[in-house]
């Protein structure tokens, strides 16, 4: 007899294996499984930025938000960068705009888009 299966959004507690044998599995919810893969992607994102900038570094940006309009980030500008502190706001947003534009252009020549929705 197969093992029952519960949807839920405990995000420890994977599974429950009883003496008689039987197991509960818990499945996590389909956000809980968006969230990890895009936690992945950040972690992958940010070794090829590494990789591709390496020994070039002088700072960086993250910022991450949640469904529910929570928001994060850090930020790190080195005594190397060129961009000073004040306008670290408008580059970054200088570059994620940059992003989606050629995001964008991508989607319209029919090539692979980063963006979910573009």
């Known amino acids: 007899m197969p093992s029952p299966t519960v949807r839920t959004s405990i995000p420890r507690l994977r599974s429950v294996r009883f003496k008689n044998g039987g197991e509960i599995r818990l499945l996590p919810s389909p956000r809980e499984e968006l969230s990890w893969r ?3 992607e950040l972690l992958d994102a940010g070794a090829e930025l590494i990789e591709t900038h390496a020994g070039k570094l002088a700072g960086f940006a993250v910022v991450v938000w949640t469904a529910d309009g929570d928001a994060g980030g850090h930020l790190r500008n080195t005594r190397f960068a060129t ?18 534009v050629a995001d964008q252009l991508a ?12």
């Open 107 to 118: 989607a319209a020549l029919g090539e692979d888009s980063e963006l979910e929705g573009a």
């Open 38 to 40: 895009l936690a992945t």
């Open 83 to 100: 961009v000073p502190p004040s306008a670290l706001p408008t580059f970054t947003a200088d570059v994620v705009r940059r992003i989606l």
